[in-house]
């Protein structure tokens, strides 16, 4: 029912600024070759503020539909084997507008950044930022964090084989990372280790990974850094579009499909995708891993206006996984066994159907997503609903189930820029109820609040930026009473927290070839509702947690700095930084501290008790890339990542950091007639030996190289064009275990490492991607 009166207050107001502001605004332009003044054709060109778009004719001309003659925007022009530009442009003045292209086969774009307080190209942008396009999300990956994860120096993954994968910034994860999607940010109890991301790999256009305290603007938990999904922006007005895009992974054989089909009708936009995944169980070096499938269901849509006086879009998407789980049990030989004592079969691995115990999500949400523009400025409003279904089942009952409903609301006043200041003034709450709804529990019902306001300004002034902010926040976490048979099982609390934010950051452009950036500031990450009242066994992660009432906010201090530098041959980053954390919240066991459980069953198991307490921590590591570009058709792409991170109150090193990574490729792009963007590629990954562990519950893990390969091209089939591609990971089928794993030996069972569980072996996947065109 709150969802219904949500849909028809957003509908209502999109309606009303429909009738309220009908007319329209267009300026046309032309996009041509720096070296040949040829026109360009099929040249994109994007303003990402107001989510407008529009694609050069034969004759280079393009024609941008719904511009108001108010304020200045930056606008990014893009074309294969151009280097892309960024140009601020003030449409008051400008009647026609050209850009002239240099061509570059090497990626050089001056990528717009959306996911900070005011867009900005990448180097005028102080924070540290990595962008990936969607050819690079296409590539072999099982959900969108691993794709990620393999392309972004300092970003890591938490994993349960090849079904979840959590983000992990600059050694911080969980719910110190948040994940923005349609400019919502997304609420789906991060705080599990086997809790993954309920987003379809598929919809999302540009991915944003802002490494380092981002608090200023998303408050709470954004204490290591935000990934950042950008939906794609609306086609050109008269103009319907689609795909079709499938893959097949041999090593859990793994099927994908995704279809999408989006339209502009005199500024109505709408578009819809559905995407179906479905995995058997997956296979390491040494044989399957039991009951380690998963399917994946999504649906999601976009409605709205783009008019003149701005964007109104209503977004909906649903998600469905279901995930099977295992619990160790070997026979005499070591082998894997079921609870009947039978060894498991070919065609058990390869059955999809999942047994028990699993795991089943669900996950609703509604955004309404709408920048207005004032005489003075623009008004950007972000609202959303989610609602978070997760189940942990070991018979058709779950055990556990958590239904999390998630308020959230957004506001931006942006000051029209003057003389090169740009101030900006925000205002966010949300509202989250949780509630259990299983047999058993593991964390109270509870309630959340969270208000925050913050004050931006930047200023420009010949090739140098500066920025600074600050913001306020007030968070209050309840948490509720429950007596189980005549014993206390949760005592109630009523926790408070409220703090103070700030930021400053610079940027200096030397010449084209080379630029500084430097970021300074303070951020804080309230305890979540699992660290302060949990009580029970964990499924999933055979662990019995128990949290603490008392815990205090975490309180974090850091800087970073960050030099670029690129021409036709040569681009690449360096980056440092260091992260002061007080009061850092994490669980931990000591050997011997075990709870034996009794089930409904009157089986008695025994399970490790993981205890939430505080420290102070220190994180400090190194970031950078290098990409060599010979000549026209050799990339030789290399990405380097550490993270160094101590318990400074126990004087031992902090648990689960990731190791140090090497990531090398060499692409080849040969011209083949009747084809275009063909590539052969090879890479090396390398990470290194991860001894720097708390040894009082976590075990180390050894170095490892993993080979990688891939070859595809684009066919053109007329005006039609079809991507095809093929791509190998760990193509030696390497036998090695991930530090940050949770199938790792010492992470099931610290007593008993013979439970470690190889990551996967070799997998070859093959996929195809279709786009299409109805009309224009």
Same mark, same amino acid.
């Given at each position: 029912?709150?969802?219904?009166?949500?849909?028809?207050?957003?509908?209502?107001?999109?309606?009303?600024?429909?009738?309220?502001?009908?007319?329209?605004?267009?300026?046309?332009?032309?996009?041509?070759?720096?070296?040949?003044?040829?026109?360009?054709?099929?040249?994109?060109?994007?303003?990402? +503020?107001?989510?407008?778009?529009?694609?050069?004719?034969?004759?280079?001309?393009?024609?941008?539909?719904?511009?108001?003659?108010?304020?200045?925007?930056?606008?990014?022009?893009?074309?294969?084997?151009?280097?892309?530009?960024?140009?601020?442009?003030?449409?008051?003045?400008?009647?026609?507008?050209?850009?002239?292209?240099?061509?570059?086969?090497?990626?050089?774009?001056?990528?717009?950044?959306?996911?900070?307080?005011?867009?900005?190209?990448?180097?005028?942008?102080?924070?540290?930022?990595?962008?990936?396009?969607?050819?690079?999300?296409?590539?072999?990956?099982?959900?969108?964090?691993?794709?990620?994860?393999?392309?972004?120096?300092?970003?890591?993954?938490?994993?349960?084989?090849?079904?979840?994968?959590?983000?992990?910034?600059?050694?911080?994860?969980?719910?110190?990372?948040?994940?923005?999607? +349609?400019?919502?940010?997304?609420?789906?109890?991060?705080?599990?280790?086997?809790?993954?991301?309920?987003?379809?790999?598929?919809?999302?256009?540009?991915?944003?990974?802002?490494?380092?305290?981002?608090?200023?603007?998303?408050?709470?938990?954004?204490?290591?850094?935000?990934?950042?999904?950008?939906?794609?922006?609306?086609?050109?007005?008269?103009?319907?579009?689609?795909?079709?895009?499938?893959?097949?992974?041999?090593?859990?054989?793994?099927?994908?499909?995704?279809?999408?089909?989006?339209?502009?009708?005199?500024?109505?936009?709408?578009?819809?995708?559905?995407?179906?995944?479905?995995?058997?169980?997956?296979?390491?070096?040494?044989?399957?891993?039991?009951?380690?499938?998963? %399917?994946?269901? +999504?649906?999601?849509?976009?409605?709205?206006?783009?008019?003149?006086?701005?964007?109104?879009?209503?977004?909906?998407?649903?998600?469905?996984? %279901?995930?099977?789980?295992?619990?160790?049990?070997?026979?005499?030989?070591? +082998?894997?066994?079921?609870?009947?004592?039978?060894?498991?079969?070919?065609?058990?691995?390869?059955?999809?159907?999942?047994?028990?115990?699993?795991?089943?999500?669900?996950?609703?949400?509604?955004?309404?997503?709408?920048?207005?523009?004032?005489?003075?400025?623009?008004?950007?409003?972000?609202?959303?609903?989610?609602?978070?279904?997760?189940?942990?089942?070991?018979?058709?009952?779950?055990?556990?189930?958590?239904?999390?409903?998630?308020?959230?609301?957004?506001?931006?006043?942006?000051?029209?820029?003057? %003389?090169?200041?740009?101030?900006?003034?925000?205002?966010?709450?949300?509202?989250?109820?949780?509630?259990?709804?299983?047999?058993?529990?593991?964390?109270?019902?509870?309630?959340?609040?969270?208000?925050?306001?913050?004050?931006?300004?930047?200023?420009?002034?010949?090739?140098?930026?500066?920025?600074?902010?600050?913001?306020?926040?007030?968070?209050?976490?309840?948490?509720?009473?429950?007596?189980?048979?005549?014993?206390?099982?949760?005592?109630?609390?009523?926790?408070?927290?409220?703090?103070?934010?700030?930021?400053?950051?610079?940027?200096?452009?030397?010449?084209?070839?080379?630029?500084?950036?430097?970021?300074?500031?303070?951020?804080?990450?309230?305890?979540?509702?699992?660290?302060?009242?949990?009580?029970?066994?964990?499924?999933?992660?055979?662990?019995?947690?128990?949290?603490?009432?008392?815990?205090?906010?975490?309180?974090?201090?850091?800087?970073?700095?960050?030099?670029?530098?690129?021409?036709?041959?040569?681009?690449?980053?360096?980056?440092?930084?260091?992260?002061?954390?007080?009061?850092?919240?994490?669980?931990?066991?000591?050997?011997?501290?075990?709870?034996?459980?009794?089930?409904?069953?009157?089986?008695?198991?025994?399970?490790?008790?993981?205890?939430?307490?505080?420290?102070?921590?220190?994180?400090?590591?190194?970031?950078?890339?290098?990409?060599?570009?010979?000549?026209?058709?050799?990339?030789?792409?290399?990405?380097?990542?550490?993270?160094?991170?101590?318990?400074?109150?126990?004087?031992?090193?902090?648990?689960?950091?990731?190791?140090?990574?090497?990531?090398?490729?060499?692409?080849?792009?040969?011209?083949?007639?009747?084809?275009?963007?063909?590539?052969?590629?090879?890479?090396?990954?390398?990470?290194?030996?991860?001894?720097?562990?708390?040894?009082?519950?976590?075990?180390?893990?050894?170095?490892?190289?993993?080979?990688?390969?891939?070859?595809?091209?684009?066919?053109?089939?007329?005006?039609?064009?079809?991507?095809?591609?093929?791509?190998?990971?760990?193509?030696?089928?390497?036998?090695?275990?991930?530090?940050?794993?949770?199938?790792?030996?010492?992470?099931?069972?610290?007593?008993?490492?013979?439970?470690?569980?190889?990551?996967?072996?070799?997998?070859?996947?093959?996929?195809?991607?279709?786009?299409?065109?109805?009309?224009?």
């Amino acid at each position: 029912m709150r969802l219904t009166y949500i849909i028809g207050f957003l509908t209502f107001l999109t309606a009303f600024y429909s009738v309220v502001y009908a007319f329209d605004g267009t300026i046309s332009g032309k996009v041509i070759d720096a070296s040949t003044q040829q026109p360009i054709a099929g040249a994109i060109i994007a303003i990402p +503020d107001i989510k407008t778009s529009a694609v050069t004719d034969n004759n280079g001309q393009f024609t941008l539909h719904s511009i108001t003659n108010r304020g200045k925007f930056l606008i990014e022009v893009r074309f294969i084997g151009y280097k892309s530009i960024t140009r601020i442009v003030d449409f008051s003045r400008e009647e026609f507008l050209e850009f002239a292209l240099e061509p570059s086969s090497l990626e050089m774009r001056e990528v717009v950044i959306t996911g900070t307080a005011i867009s900005s190209n990448s180097k005028k942008n102080s924070t540290s930022v990595a962008t990936l396009g969607r050819e690079q999300m296409l590539t072999a990956s099982t959900n969108i964090v691993d794709a990620i994860a393999k392309q972004v120096p300092g970003v890591s993954q938490i994993t349960t084989g090849l079904s979840i994968s959590k983000p992990v910034i600059r050694g911080l994860g969980y719910n110190r990372v948040v994940t923005l999607n +349609d400019g919502v940010k997304q609420q789906g109890q991060q705080w599990g280790d086997e809790h993954g991301i309920e987003i379809d790999q598929y919809s999302a256009e540009r991915v944003e990974v802002l490494r380092g305290a981002a608090s200023l603007l998303y408050g709470s938990d954004a204490l290591g850094g935000v990934v950042n999904l950008l939906e794609p922006l609306p086609v050109p007005r008269g103009t319907v579009r689609g795909e079709l895009l499938s893959n097949y992974a041999s090593n859990n054989g793994l099927t994908s499909t995704s279809a999408m089909l989006t339209g502009n009708v005199d500024g109505f936009v709408w578009r819809g995708r559905a995407t179906y995944k479905n995995a058997h169980s997956f296979k390491t070096p040494t044989g399957f891993f039991p009951n380690s499938g998963y %399917n994946e269901t +999504d649906f999601n849509a976009m409605l709205g206006l783009n008019k003149v006086w701005g964007y109104s879009h209503v977004n909906f998407s649903y998600f469905k996984n %279901n995930i099977g789980f295992y619990e160790p049990l070997f026979n005499d030989q070591g +082998d894997y066994i079921n609870e009947e004592g039978e060894g498991f079969t070919d065609k058990d691995h390869k059955n999809r159907r999942l047994a028990f115990p699993k795991q089943a999500i669900n996950h609703y949400k509604v955004g309404w997503n709408s920048k207005l523009l004032l005489p003075s400025g623009s008004l950007r409003i972000d609202l959303g609903f989610q609602q978070n279904q997760r189940k942990e089942l070991e018979q058709a009952v779950p055990e556990l189930f958590f239904e999390l409903d998630t308020y959230s609301a957004d506001l931006k006043y942006y000051l029209t820029e003057s %003389n090169g200041w740009q101030p900006v003034f925000g205002i966010s709450g949300d509202a989250g109820f949780s509630r259990n709804k299983g047999e058993e529990f593991l964390i109270p019902d509870y309630e959340t609040y969270g208000i925050g306001a913050f004050v931006y300004i930047k200023k420009t002034w010949d090739n140098n930026t500066l920025n600074a902010g600050i913001r306020y926040d007030h968070r209050k976490n309840n948490g509720k009473a429950l007596e189980e048979e005549g014993e206390i099982r949760f005592t109630a609390f009523n926790n408070q927290f409220s703090n103070l934010s700030g930021a400053l950051g610079y940027t200096h452009i030397f010449n084209d070839f080379l630029n500084f950036k430097a970021n300074a500031g303070s951020a804080f990450r309230s305890p979540n509702p699992a660290e302060l009242g949990s009580n029970g066994v964990h499924e999933g992660t055979f662990r019995y947690e128990v949290g603490n009432h008392e815990l205090k906010p975490e309180r974090s201090y850091q800087a970073d700095a960050t030099l670029e530098f690129g021409n036709h041959i040569i681009k690449g980053s360096m980056g440092v930084y260091n992260n002061y954390i007080d009061h850092y919240i994490y669980a931990s066991h000591v050997p011997g501290d075990n709870r034996e459980v009794v089930d409904e069953d009157g089986i008695i198991a025994e399970f490790p008790v993981y205890r939430y307490g505080q420290v102070k921590a220190n994180l400090y590591g190194f970031e950078g890339s290098l990409t060599l570009h010979p000549v026209a058709f050799i990339h030789f792409e290399n990405t380097f990542g550490y993270t160094h991170a101590q318990n400074l109150t126990l004087k031992r090193p902090l648990s689960f950091i990731p190791a140090a990574t090497l990531h090398h490729t060499l692409r080849f792009e040969p011209a083949i007639q009747g084809t275009r963007e063909s590539y052969f590629s090879i890479g090396i990954d390398n990470f290194f030996k991860q001894n720097r562990v708390d040894d009082t519950f976590e075990t180390p893990t050894a170095g490892y190289a993993l080979l990688n390969a891939g070859v595809g091209t684009t066919f053109l089939l007329g005006k039609q064009t079809l991507k095809i591609s093929v791509s190998a990971n760990n193509l030696l089928d390497k036998k090695y275990y991930n530090a940050l794993s949770r199938l790792k030996p010492g992470r099931l069972d610290h007593n008993d490492p013979s439970l470690g569980v190889y990551n996967p072996g070799r997998d070859i996947t093959i996929g195809f991607y279709l786009p299409f065109g109805l009309n224009h």
